[in-house]
């Protein structure tokens, strides 16, 4: 089984920053991906950002390309998501989930899901 533990989630003004973290446990294998996904309030969960552990390849949604940054600590066995540049619409519970399977698509089939962590952006 795996567990995965966010932190870091809080309230911060537009233009600021914040940085997500994920604490993986469990066996997962060596060739896993990890993302971070959204929910707001009435909307669909949507995929940030995506990392293939083995390789290091990050995938980004447009709407947080060259803002938000995907990144692995091996040795921690966590996953962290850089926010820069916050948005009123990034506030969300954000996500983080481990995909040990296969899939055609960079956010799609996570099989394990963290609990959240509130994000609050203020204009």
């Known amino acids: 089984q795996v567990q995965l533990v966010e932190s870091g989630g809080g309230s911060v003004q537009a233009g600021g920053s914040l940085r997500l973290s994920c604490a993986v446990s469990?066996?997962?294998?060596?060739?896993?991906?990890m993302g971070w996904f959204r929910q707001d309030l009435g909307k669909e969960r949507e995929g940030v950002a995506a990392?293939?552990?083995?390789?290091?390849?990050?995938y980004y949604a447009d709407s947080v390309k060259a803002r938000f940054t995907i990144s692995q600590d091996n040795a921690k066995r966590t996953v962290y998501l850089q926010m820069n540049s916050v948005k009123p619409e990034d506030t969300a519970m954000y996500y983080c989930a481990a995909r040990t399977r296969y899939s055609v698509t960079w956010f799609g089939d996570y099989n394990y899901w963290g609990q959240g962590t509130q994000v609050t952006v203020s204009s």
């Open positions: 469990g066996d997962t294998g060596s060739n896993y991906y």
């Open positions: 990392i293939h552990i083995r390789s290091g390849i990050p």
